[in-house]
């Protein structure tokens, strides 16, 4: 794949396994929040679903469509943020943003995102970065509805 041509190669077979079997893709019957969201300049579409009590998401679904980056950081993200509470949540989002922006991370921060380091070579491509971040946008506005 020639847009992850840069990648060290074991964070390649780590996107490219997220991408041919996304995680958490079963929709929830009737869930509390969900939020799609679509990135024009790639069209990459990706749709969030959340239930939760007391303050933890007890259920997420993920789903979407399009380039392996936007599909690969969907499905790490549900898998990083399920049974997770909204506070946790919201602390590995800004900690993926900080690290596609190519801020320096804390090690706290670098072990809140686990799998999802695999995506640090995308900063080198501003483009792409949208298809990292459509994912984590979703997620965001659903946790602020929940929270409302
Ligand atoms: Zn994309």
Known sequence: MQDLGDLDSLYRELILDHHRSP???EPLISPDVEVDAVNP???????V???????TL???????RGCSISQSSAS???ELVKGRSVEDAMRARRAFQALM???ALTEDQLADLGDLEALQGVKRYPVRIKCALLAWSALED???????
Do not use: W
């Open 58 to 64: 007890n259920g997420i679904s993920v789903t979407g």
């Open 41 to 47: 300049f790639c069209g990459d579409e990706v749709k």
């Open 142 to 148: 659903a946790l602020k509805r929940v929270r409302a």
């Open 49 to 55: 679903q959340l239930k939760t009590s007391g303050g």
């Open 101 to 103: 922006k190519g801020e």
């Open 76 to 78: 790490m993200m549900g």
């Open 23 to 25: 995680r958490n893709t």
